[in-house]
């Protein structure tokens, strides 16, 4: 499961760098707002996302259970788990286990790879970061109502919405992975408890890694 997820974790990724060359280096080019996605395919579920200050604060849950069939062996996983990040201080928290880890992003200084870019070279440039993937930009289509843009990368095509990705359709390996918005708010109030932990969890310090 970890190889998938994994996978299209840097699917993800790469479809992020993507909006970035868009605008400043934010997580989102939204200020705040609500997603909630249905998953389907090897993994069902329910992922949900609540953000503010263009997703330098952020809330993710996830529950879900995964089944994938690899060289004649069945994988299967349940997760119920949830993600802050607020500024540089994240915590993940495993809801099956009740444990917590609580660590700090790298600093970094955010990036605005097309500061001094025009028009035309900003659009050359994600044009570029397409094409070293092996993608293609296709034409634009509506989505819940909102006109999106549409990339294909790496086996999986994703519609995007101001440099949020509303719909992704994936099979990677063998493994069929989607994620589709069914409620979409943007620029709405979230509250500040959004972004601060649980309570009731303790917390270690360390890693989370995908």
């Given at each position: 499961?970890k190889?998938k997820t994994?996978?299209?974790?840097?699917?993800?990724?790469?479809?992020?760098?993507?909006?970035y060359?868009?605008?400043?280096?934010?997580?989102y080019l939204?200020k705040s707002?609500y997603?909630e996605?249905?998953?389907?395919g090897?993994?069902k579920?329910?992922?949900?996302?609540?953000?503010?200050?263009?997703?330098?604060?952020?809330h993710?849950?996830?529950?879900?259970?995964?089944?994938?069939?690899?060289l004649?062996?069945?994988?299967?996983?349940?997760e119920?788990?949830i993600h802050?990040?607020?500024?540089?201080?994240y915590?993940?928290i495993d809801?099956l286990e009740?444990?917590?880890?609580?660590g700090?992003?790298?600093?970094?200084?955010?990036?605005d790879?097309?500061?001094?870019?025009?028009?035309?070279?900003k659009?050359?440039?994600?044009?570029?970061?397409?094409?070293?993937?092996g993608?293609e930009?296709?034409?634009?289509?509506?989505?819940?109502?909102y006109?999106?843009?549409v990339?294909?990368?790496?086996g999986?095509?994703s519609?995007?919405?101001?440099?949020i990705?509303?719909k992704?359709?994936a099979?990677?390996?063998?493994?069929?992975?989607?994620?589709?918005?069914?409620?979409?708010?943007?620029?709405m109030?979230?509250?500040?408890?959004k972004?601060?932990?649980?309570?009731?969890?303790?917390f270690?310090?360390?890693m989370?890694e995908?």
């Open positions: 499961m190889t994994t996978i299209f974790a840097n699917l993800l990724l790469l479809l992020s760098l993507w909006a060359s868009q605008d400043d280096a934010n997580r939204v707002g997603i996605y249905e998953l389907t090897s993994t579920g329910l992922k949900k996302i609540w953000w503010d200050n263009y997703g330098d604060k952020e993710i849950e996830i529950k879900s259970s995964s089944e994938v069939k690899l004649g062996m069945v994988q299967k996983e349940e119920h788990s802050i990040t607020n500024g540089y201080i915590w993940h809801l009740g444990t917590g880890i609580k700090t992003e790298e600093y970094y200084e955010p990036v790879f097309t500061e001094n870019m025009t028009d035309e070279e659009k050359q440039f994600e044009e570029n970061i397409l094409t070293a993937f993608g930009r296709l034409p634009p289509e509506k989505f819940l109502g006109t999106c843009e990339l294909q990368v790496m999986a095509k519609w995007i919405y101001k440099g990705i509303l992704t359709t099979n990677l390996m063998g493994v069929e992975i989607n994620e589709t918005t069914v409620k979409f708010d943007e620029n109030k979230i509250l500040d408890s972004f601060i932990p649980p309570a009731d969890i303790e270690s310090e360390g989370y995908n």
